[in-house]
């Protein structure tokens, strides 16, 4: 049962180098309130638009294979270049949205030879769902999100070490 506690000082173990790391076992994850992170929460999350998208286009989302999810987003907008030494030829979307590039890590990982072919599937899905795409953050956009958090004036004579451990 999780009650939300931190890990007492008795589930940590000395490594070898003297410092106290958290027991392999130790799998608790405090859910409090206080320690989850609401400050990121993104009330215009895109994620699921794919089927969304492909509803308005007169499919039935419910009925395609995520095989043919990727082949609708490909036709949609484009396919990401090949890398530099695939193990492998995979077809991976530049997008899922307009706003939404894939990453170029799903690319890579997909390509990889070390990836087992049976993680292929979780990669699309995780394509499909959003997982792995990103948003794209424009100087401007950048500004205006540090002055909604008064970064400016918070930042001002610290050193860069200060405000790197502000966030």
């Known amino acids: 049962k999780d009650t939300g506690a931190v890990p007492s000082v008795s589930s940590f173990k000395t490594n070898n180098t003297g410092r106290n790391q958290p027991s392999v076992s130790d799998v608790s994850v405090p859910q409090t309130p206080s320690a989850v992170n609401t400050q990121n929460e993104n009330t215009d999350d895109i994620r699921y638009s794919v089927k969304a998208d492909m509803a308005k286009e007169g499919y039935d989302p419910e009925k395609i294979s995520a095989d043919e999810m990727i082949d609708w987003l490909i036709d949609k907008y484009g396919k990401v270049k090949q890398g530099e030494n695939?193990?492998?030829?995979?077809?991976?979307?530049?997008?899922?949205?307009?706003?939404?590039?894939?990453?170029?890590?799903?690319?890579?990982?997909?390509?990889?030879?070390?990836?087992?072919?049976?993680?292929?599937?979780?990669?699309?899905?995780?394509?499909?769902?959003?997982?792995?795409?990103?948003?794209?953050i424009t100087d401007d956009s950048a500004r205006q999100w540090a002055r909604k958090f008064n970064v400016f004036d918070s930042t001002k004579g610290r050193s860069s070490m200060d405000i790197q451990g502000m966030f």
């Open 86 to 136: 695939p193990a492998r030829d995979v077809a991976v979307p530049k997008k899922t949205a307009a706003n939404r590039p894939v990453s170029l890590f799903a690319r890579t990982m997909m390509e990889a030879g070390i990836t087992p072919d049976w993680a292929m599937s979780e990669f699309e899905q995780a394509i499909i769902d959003g997982t792995l795409t990103h948003e794209v």
